[in-house]
């Protein structure tokens, strides 16, 4: 888990330099192209030729339109806000994980996790200061990535009892690069020079190892072990924010990260104590 976090924070940073020169587009064309390498190596040698045959397109085109929703969302976000803000506002993503699934799942939720909920809610809107001039239009960007999380999450639920983790990823993947070539004609796309190549293909890569690692990981060990580990990546992004960027986050924002840490922690001891599946704090 701890190379998982390490790598999202890893990806975080490259975005943000990346993005600062070249298109959201062009950045997430690359992640999907040099993200499918990872997946290639996960794939059965005898199920080489077959790998992709499934019976759930419908629920595969639903994951992997709302991932890609998601993962653009937070580039769109990371491009134009402070790390600190888009990583502590993306914590918020099993919040609103409850919330779907109490209206898509008709899951019934104790005091303990409405309780949750509204704190988290609470803390979106500290660091977000909605209805004042502090506002910034850009800080919707990271809520549409926790609704397009929580619609891959219940997806996920449903594929992860039949689909293997590499086709899950394939189908994402590919509809991701498909979906930024579409950005080619609304933006303008211009080539890399070596360095910046090989910061958008680490983009590609770090973000599809990092989503392994973190599957297997919980596969692997106790949820209740590796979980807490994910919130290292807001003090990764404190720290890179501050020393790369020169973006000091304000007192406010601390305060609303700690509201939505503190809520997405009920959360997963909620759903530990109910033997649930863990809601996994990033999949991009």
Not at 107 to 115: A, L
Not at 229 to 258: D, H, Q, R, W
Request: proline residues 4%; charged residues 15%.
């Amino acid at each position: 888990m701890f190379a998982s976090v390490a790598l999202f924070s890893l990806m975080d940073i490259l975005v943000k330099l990346t993005t600062n020169s070249y298109p959201v587009g062009e950045v997430t064309f690359f992640r999907g192209f040099f993200g499918l390498l990872p997946i290639f190596f996960l794939i059965p040698k005898k199920k080489i030729f077959t790998f992709f045959k499934t019976k759930k397109t419908k629920l595969h085109l639903l994951r992997a339109f709302a991932g890609s929703f998601a993962l653009i969302s937070t580039f769109i976000a990371i491009k134009h806000l402070p790390l600190a803000e888009v990583v502590s506002i993306s914590f918020a993503a099993p919040v609103f994980v409850t919330i779907f699934s109490i209206l898509y799942l008709k899951e019934k939720v104790g005091f303990k996790r409405w309780f949750a909920v509204i704190s988290g809610l609470i803390g979106v809107l500290i660091i977000t200061k909605p209805g004042t001039a502090l506002f910034n239009i850009y800080s919707i960007f990271p809520l549409f990535y926790c609704i397009g999380f929580s619609i891959v999450t219940v997806s996920i639920k449903k594929l992860s009892k039949t689909e293997p983790d590499y086709l899950i990823a394939f189908y994402f993947t590919i509809l991701l690069i498909f979906i930024s070539i579409f950005f080619l004609f609304f933006e303008d796309w211009r080539l890399p020079n070596l360095k910046d190549f090989i910061f958008l293909s680490l983009v590609g890569i770090c973000g599809s190892i990092a989503n392994l690692f973190m599957t297997s990981a919980y596969r692997i060990a106790e949820a209740s072990l590796i979980t807490p580990l994910k919130y290292l990546s807001i003090i990764s992004a404190v720290v890179a924010g501050y020393y790369i960027f020169n973006e000091i986050p304000s007192v406010i924002t601390l305060i609303g990260s700690m509201l939505i840490v503190f809520s997405s922690f009920i959360i997963f001891m909620r759903e530990k104590i109910k033997n649930k599946k863990i809601i996994p704090l990033r999949q991009n």
